[in-house]
């Protein structure tokens, strides 16, 4: 296999881990106004992701880096040709992110309702847009011969892109939702599962009519390992709704982080060898060949990555162990 | 406005802005995990006191430096496109390393210190602030990595049309980073320092929690002290270094025309920029030489003579950076580093049978001097980037030539006045916390942080 081949995996990992870990605290934050009907509910809520937010926010970060180290022009073109909607979700993680220090550190109700206000917002557009990216990546964007975008803010936004985006906004508050229901306890724990099976079924709903759009708006059936994967998303899904209903919350909560993981792998694949599609001539998409960087830094970067991703992944999992508790009224920090 | 400018501004305005909250957390991390393991290693309260009021004033200052750092992560593709292809092979493996190896760390470890205070052993609890501190320290090393290679590149071979590395070890021990890096974390232990003794002072006045602000002040006056001299020494160095390295830039900041042996250092001068010369100036005969060459006589090239000679290399054009900007921006960062320097000193000797408490009129001076490091460290970077044009990368590429070629300038317009307007509001709300929870006693802050006084309201009501 060669480096680049293995870069372009480690990428879909790290979005993978982004969307599975992040995925929930943007869940989180999406059903903060829901759920959360007085101060101390949005308290309980805010506080199962207290500890771990910044944490899985830094997987988007390094993403973002590996982009840049491995496919410069991966990253020159998405970045420049996306700028717009690039923007907007850096509004949403800036004020997302200094709203969870800032809402409890005054006690002024019109104060924490503008952050909580903002958490909302902020988890709900980067919910939405990360899955309008990633649709763009796979339908194709207008990509001339010089590996430049050439086409404006609208051509981001086809209908398409934008289910994509109501899946994945779905699809991560369902996530939330179980997650939710093993860190939260009592009227709040109840309150959390019945909303997870509503949200539940509109996903499903939902995501089987993205994949349908898939098949007539991408290639992505052409790759087995992307249509292998997409079936397992689904598959995954409507098992965590079925555990869902049987009570085991647990495994629930792995179906739904199954079905986000699965999803990644599927765009990732149909992509493959590409890293974006140009809808104007087939052979103007990037890929992984033509974006990379020179194999010597591909050597360098792959000598950091395979030290330090196992010790990353070590203790982020031993942070959650720590916190593995359900959190109750006296752990509130937030 | 040109989409060129436009981004310039953007960069300037983000990154500025950005560094306005780096450096506390640079230092403030060392110094809260010093007051942490004083309180670990002899129990006493008043160490967990200071641990947690200064770990709070931490935490405000570290939410803003995180999320401004993620606009720091993706602008160079937005904005700077071209450069990010051309420089990408090597600009982009520090900023990967810098989020494995340090955002990593420091973001979970945060969240373990903070949350960790009754789940975690005492030791444990210890460690994860250490952690933090060495990986916000380790994260400036690797932007400055980068930073540096802008400066000065090293370990890389032109090919494919662009600049490739062909030396990871020439990439990480460029002689600039053993000036820069030192220089940039120094200044922020500084700023700590400051943060810390100006709040203390405030509190001294008003003979509040004496303990613990007594002990506050007396770490910071001894941290800024051994800092504060770091970052003047290093500075020096640094400058000595630059001279070889990037003459045009030291020749801008002095204002320094033509070749001159032995040259004179213009404490004060009114620039004439079109027409290269200095109306008047005030000279101190042989400084220039020294502070270049570490000797009174020797030569100091112009910017005249540089100017001809980058044409030479580089071809017709203008090679002068701003001036003015510059020589008034060194001016300032060293007047402002001065005065840093006479107040750690009058604090060390003021430190016996705690003088310092006696001394009202020196600690309002030192609440009124919190800004000083603020305006060092923003005037410091104004030098290094500033002085830098008009190239992005030094002698390889122009800043012209870096800037996204997609993305329109009414695009960046926009997104320029939304930075700024967010940027805005995030600074009101911050510089508010920071006075509420400055001025407040520790003994409140070391119970629960939250209050429960919001009760009821629904968010959609």
Redesign the interface.
Known sequence: MDLNILWFILIAVLFAGFFFLEGFDFGVGIL??FL?????E??VLI?TI???W??N??WM??A???????F??W???????F??A??VI??A???R??A???R??????KW??LW??MI?IGSALSALLWGVACADLLRGVPIDAH????GNFFDLIPPYALLAGVSTFLLFTLHGALYLSLKTEGEMLNKVQNAAKKIGVVTVLVVVVFAVMTFFETDLFASMVATIALLLCAVALILANVMLRSGKSGKAFVSSALTIVFLTASIFAGLFPRVMVSSLRPDWSLTIYNAS??P??LK??TI??LT??PI?LA??AW?YW??RKRVTEK???? | MSALILSRLQFAVTTSYHFLFVPLTLGLSVLVAIMETLYVRTGNETYKKMTKFWGKLFLINFAVGVVTGLVQEFQFGMNWSEYSRFMGDIFGAPLAIEALLAFFIESTFLGLWVFGWDKLSKKIHLLSIWLVAFASNISALWILIANSFMQEPVGYVLRNGRAEMNSFLALITNEHVFYQFPHTVLSGFTTAAFFVLGISAYHLIRKNSLEVFRRSFKIATIFGLISVFGVMGIGHLQGVHLVQAQPMKMAAVEAHWETEQPAGFNVFASIDEQNHRNTSELKIPGMLSFLSYNNFTAEVKGINELQKADEQQYGPGNYVPPVTTLFWSFRIMIAAGTIMILLVLIGIFSLKNQRFEQKNGFLKVLLWAIPLPYIANTTGWFVAEIGRQPWIVYGLQKTAAGVSTVVPAGQILTTLIAFTLIYGVVAVAAVYLFVKYAKQSPDEITAKPDENVAKGASLWT
């Open positions: 903060l106004p959360g009907k007085n101060d101390n949005r308290r506080n207290g500890p771990v910044d944490g926010e830094v970060i390094t973002g880096g590996a982009i840049f180290a491995a410069p022009n990253y020159a073109t998405l970045f420049s040709g700028y717009l690039l923007f850096l509004f993680l800036i004020v992110g200094v969870f220090e800032f409890s550190s005054d006690s002024n109700p924490r309702n909580d206000w909302f590996m430049q975008f050439a960087s020179s010597y830094t360098i970067m950091v990555a330090l991703v990353v203790y982020q942070s720590v916190f752990d509130l920090r937030y």
